[in-house]
């Protein structure tokens, strides 16, 4: 008798430190969840872009402790936003907050004792009052202004591109004479940080103040830097206007002394073109009877490496346009894995209009990519205005209906 009442004794307390230690593993385990880095590289807030580089471990991105938090906290102006994981609502969302309407830079917060802030190239009231008496073709050429800062953090080899605003910009909507402006910031020549602000509806004079941060990058090779502005507007039915463009080569402008503001007009998209792109062999025939453009995308050679882990999958997008709006679109197959591709895909498109004085043709060549989405490699512009190749091409077929005609042509960046 005295053996299974042992026995019990010993089961039950063999159950009660199972159930202790499950207890314990689970606690452990959610105290642990809750402390994970989380799954991004990138934070992207309504006022800014905090870009962190792959070397940069979890604990430098997001696992500062207290003090330094709140030493970053100080050193930062009131006007910018950071992600407060502990204030989103029930559903997980962020509370929305109503964005500032004011089109001057906001200043007004920054700290002297951690900024030293200097003006370059400024409009003054002389140059505002040329502004306003010129001519109306003269106004029709300017593109607006676009409003920035630079700035270089030591402490945490950060570079921060600040961008505040753009002023007097074109109106691309004809009907309600106005704009959706939004900017895609590019740093060259590598071409490895890519970020946007957000579309901002119906405004000329859009007041942006995002702030983007650049984690990793020394000081050393901020003089080797380009920065790309690429203002555009955008359109939901068709593919958005490219309003200019900004190139600010960053040789010989110093950031130690704190923080720089600038001011640089837009100018018009310059489409440069680059041999590494690649070439497309593309052949059209214009049927007059019918009103058809036969397309025909036969080859495409010498097709730059789109990453590091190989040779691209490249594919063509074809996309029809008639004064400007897109009527039809199609593509050819995916390639994989060359650099050298044989596509030999038609396709017939019913032309809307007499004639071909409206229309234009687009090709996009793209890397297909399941994991992200597809790069562009390169592009392809045919039409009566365009330049080079793609002008003499249209000229052709227009000229000499039901010919097919084939020819070779160098890829623009993408």
């Known amino acids: 008798d005295e053996i299974p009442t042992v026995v019990g004794i010993f089961s039950a307390f063999g159950l009660v430190f199972s159930v202790s230690l499950f207890a314990w593993i689970c606690c452990q385990r959610k ?41 970053n906290k100080s050193m930062m102006p009131k006007n910018s936003l950071h992600l407060d994981l502990e204030k989103r609502d029930l559903n997980g969302n962020f509370p929305k907050t109503t964005p500032k309407n004011q089109s001057s830079p906001d200043l007004e917060n920054l700290s002297p004792k951690h900024f030293v802030e200097r003006k370059k190239d400024s409009v003054s009231p002389d140059s505002l009052k040329s502004i306003t008496s010129l001519s109306s073709e003269d106004k029709q050429d300017k593109l607006g202004t676009l409003f920035f800062s630079l700035e270089y953090n030591f402490e945490k080899k950060a570079f921060v591109v600040n961008i505040k605003e753009a002023r007097g910009l074109p109106a691309m909507d004809e009907q309600s004479m106005t704009s959706d402006p939004y900017i895609k910031m590019t740093i060259l020549p590598e071409k490895k940080h890519k970020v946007k602000t957000r579309v901002l509806r119906k405004t000329l004079d859009p007041a942006f103040d995002e702030t983007f941060t650049f984690y990793g990058i020394p000081y050393s090779q901020i003089q ?3 920065l790309h502005f690429m203002i555009l507007s955008f359109d939901r039915f068709s593919r958005d206007d490219v309003i200019g463009e900004v190139l600010i080569p960053l040789a010989g402008i110093e950031l130690s002394e704190g923080r720089l503001l600038m001011d640089r007009e837009i100018i018009k998209r310059n489409v440069r073109k680059s041999s590494g792109r690649g070439e497309l062999l593309i052949s059209l025939c ?24 190989g040779l691209s999958d490249p594919y063509v997008k074809v996309n029809l346009y008639h004064a400007k709006k897109r009527i039809s679109k199609k593509k050819t197959h995916v390639k994989k894995c060359t650099p050298n591709a044989v596509f030999n895909e038609l396709f017939v498109f019913d032309i809307p209009c007499e004639g071909l004085d409206d229309i234009s043709i687009e090709f996009l060549v793209l890397d297909s990519d399941r994991g992200s989405r597809n790069e562009v490699i390169g592009r392809l512009t045919l039409g009566s205005s365009a330049e080079g190749t793609g002008g003499e091409h249209w000229k052709e077929i227009c000229e000499y209906p039901r010919r097919q005609i084939a020819k070779w042509h160098m890829l623009c960046d993408g």
């Open 31 to 71: 105290s642990s969840k809750s402390n994970k880095t989380p799954p991004y590289k990138f934070v992207h807030v309504l006022k800014g872009v905090d870009i962190y580089p792959e070397n940069l471990n979890s604990k430098k991105k997001f696992g500062a402790d207290e003090k330094s938090e709140a030493k």
């Open 286 to 309: 214009y049927q007059s009877t019918t009103n058809t453009l036969t397309v025909v995308v036969l080859k495409a050679r010498h097709l730059p490496k789109s990453d590091v882990s």
């Open 224 to 226: 080797d830097l380009t």
